[in-house]
């Protein structure tokens, strides 16, 4: 079973710019999630998914975060403009199915820097 | 944000030790509580949950304990080994919103 895939791996830019983060989750999971993990905290979920509709984004800066998952499959995950606390590891994490009995299972992440 | 308070931040343990890291939360809607372990540029992986109508639950050399009125779970990792070096996560999430909260990670270091 192929895992979760992300990318980039790593991404440098400057503050005010704009980036994106794409995931393709393990296939046939119906929950997608996005998770920020900062530097030596444990992660904070930002958005979540069922199919293509959000079933929770109360935790996403919407001012300046945007999510999308595209015919129930890939997703991408855009900031846009970038500020230097969001420096973080990005993660995608996807599961069977919403709730407990579904695992999540995590991606390798996307390490962001803003300079 | 945070409702898991997790200790100690570090520990360092001698290969076949028990390793030892605590958990707290004060949500009492919480039903479900994993731990997590995490190797560095590696996602978190499920190590092994519970569920709160149990005290304990066992798979292999880890174990996790839980007491319920004082809201605090514990995972401990018997005859520690150098491959457990990792950072380790609890976790816990109620049944009605799937949204899990994570505790701040314990980088666990176990020495040859």
Redo the contacts between chains.
């Keep these: 079973e192929a895992g979760v895939a992300q990318s980039p791996r790593y991404k440098i830019i400057e503050k005010r710019q704009s980036v994106a983060f794409w995931c393709n989750p393990i296939s046939g999971h119906a929950t997608l999630y996005w998770y920020q993990q900062i530097l030596g905290q444990g992660p904070k979920l930002l958005i979540q998914f069922q199919n293509n509709g959000v079933v929770d984004d109360s935790q996403l800066p919407k001012d300046r975060f945007s999510a999308e998952r595209l015919k129930g499959v890939d997703s991408t995950l855009k900031i846009q403009p970038a500020k230097l606390e969001d420096s973080a590891v990005y993660l995608c994490a996807s599961s069977l199915d919403w709730g407990q009995d579904s695992p999540l299972h995590f991606g390798n992440g996307t390490r962001l820097t803003v300079t | ?1 945070q409702q ?1 308070k ?1 200790s100690p931040q570090s520990l360092i343990v001698q290969k076949g030790g028990i390793s030892i890291i605590n958990c707290a939360y004060e949500n009492t809607a919480f ?2 509580f ?1 731990w997590y372990q995490q190797f560095p ?6 190590l092994i ?1 519970i569920r709160p109508d149990v005290s304990e639950k066992k798979e292999g050399r880890f174990t996790i304990s839980f007491n319920k009125s004082a809201k605090q779970f514990s995972l401990h990792i018997m005859d520690s080994q150098p491959g457990d070096s990792a950072t380790y ?1 609890c ?1 816990a ?1 109620s ?1 009605d ?4 909260r ?4 314990t980088r666990l270091t176990v020495k040859p």
Excluded: H, I, R
């Excluded at chain 2, 540029?41 to 499920?46: E, R």
């Excluded at chain 2, 919103?97 to 899990?100: K, T, V």
């Design positions: 944000q898991v997790q039903d479900y994993p540029g590696k996602g978190p992986a499920l949950a996560f976790a999430t049944s919103n799937n949204d899990m994570f505790g701040a990670g």
